[in-house]
């Protein structure tokens, strides 16, 4: 029997979760929005909206949700003043009121199943399951140096080249700790360089996770050409396929490769992919990276005390309460 459950795709940044959201949209049955940029925000800051129960907080919600400034709701194609009433005649909780957005778009393509996708995700999975508690997390991996090297050329990553690895090696970690505590049929993983040398392979794969049934489509060059308002993902100007394995080669300098080795070794190894024969880096680049990782730690913990305190004035649970009998007509 065919899925219902939303899936959220994410990963380190520039590690192919734009390509696998192409691939899963030519599914028949599936429809990942385009990065939305409202789920994390509205969740982030429930606590202005206080009790769903309310008519009028029901109504706040949805109106910043369609119109909020620095959310990419205009991007899905729907009717604002549409979606917000039905977001206020929906059930009254957060995660209900962001699952009628991403049902919507669904239902506007045609398609019964729904999800969304931001590589960012990655470090807030517990907060995509209080959402939505029976969500199916799909993380992309990429070889953490091709990241690194992808992120120097894209034209909004102005962090440099030490939170460049961190990022990787903190996604990496969060979906270690995920897959370990998470019940099974709930998160996979999926290797870009799988989908891009086997996509018909390692997208039969992840439909039997999903529940689904594979369709050759969903592999096609068609399928997967790069949205007019998305080229610059097609910065670096290396095709889908093999030519794009490796290129940290050539773009990586000397010391980032020693760096990335040093700090990912580990990781790398777990997922295949081989080291160089790069040597140690210098001290001071291995005393940098760790400090800067450590202010990131710092961070995380702030933000999760932070949710700690939210959580516990929380009126009613935020989870999900969408059922789906409009939808079913078509599967």
């Given at each position: 029997m065919a899925s219902d459950r939303?899936?959220?795709?994410?990963?380190?940044?520039?590690?192919?979760?734009?390509?696998?959201?192409?691939?899963?949209?030519?599914?028949?049955?599936?429809?990942?929005?385009?990065?939305?940029?409202?789920?994390l925000s509205a969740y982030e800051h429930r606590a202005a909206y206080g009790d769903l129960r309310e008519l009028a907080n029901r109504r706040a919600l949805a109106e910043w949700i369609v119109a909020g400034a620095g959310t990419r709701f205009g991007g899905l194609g729907l009717n604002r003043r549409d979606v917000a009433e039905e977001i206020v005649e929906g059930p009254p909780t957060l995660g209900s009121a962001l699952g009628i957005v991403l049902r919507a778009y669904a239902r506007r393509v045609g398609k019964p199943?729904?999800?969304?996708?931001r590589p960012g995700y990655?470090?807030?999975?517990?907060?995509?399951?209080?959402?939505?508690?029976?969500?199916?997390?799909?993380?992309?991996?990429?070889?953490?140096?091709?990241?690194?090297?992808?992120?120097k050329q894209t034209p909004w990553w102005r962090m440099g080249t030490y939170h460049a690895i961190a990022t990787w090696t903190q996604a990496l970690d969060t979906g270690r700790t995920a897959a370990q505590r998470l019940p099974p049929g709930s998160y996979t993983e999926t290797q870009y360089e799988h989908l891009v040398t086997d996509p018909g392979g390692e997208l039969r794969r992840l439909c039997a996770f999903l529940g689904e049934e594979y369709t050759p489509r969903m592999a096609g060059p068609r399928e997967l050409a790069t949205p007019e308002w998305q080229r610059w993902h097609a910065v670096t100007g290396e095709p889908?396929?093999?030519?794009?394995?490796?290129?940290?080669?050539?773009h990586l300098e000397r010391w980032e490769i020693e760096l990335c080795e040093a700090v990912m070794a580990e990781r790398l190894m777990a997922y295949g992919y081989p080291p160089s024969a790069a040597a140690r880096p210098a001290a001071h680049r291995l005393a940098r990276y760790a400090a800067i990782t450590t202010h990131r730690r710092l961070a995380a913990r702030k933000r999760a005390l932070v949710d700690r305190g939210i959580r516990a004035g929380e009126p009613q649970p935020v989870a999900s309460r969408l059922i789906l009998p409009a939808d079913r007509a078509l599967v």
């Open positions: 939303p899936i959220f795709v994410l990963g380190c940044p520039r590690s192919g979760t734009t390509l696998l959201r192409l691939m899963l949209r030519a599914h028949p049955r599936i429809a990942i929005a385009p990065e939305t940029r409202f789920l199943r729904w999800g969304d996708t990655v470090q807030h999975i517990g907060a995509l399951l209080r959402l939505f508690p029976n969500a199916q997390i799909v993380h992309v991996v990429r070889d953490g140096r091709d990241c690194v090297a992808s992120l889908v396929g093999p030519a794009s394995i490796g290129g940290w080669r050539r």
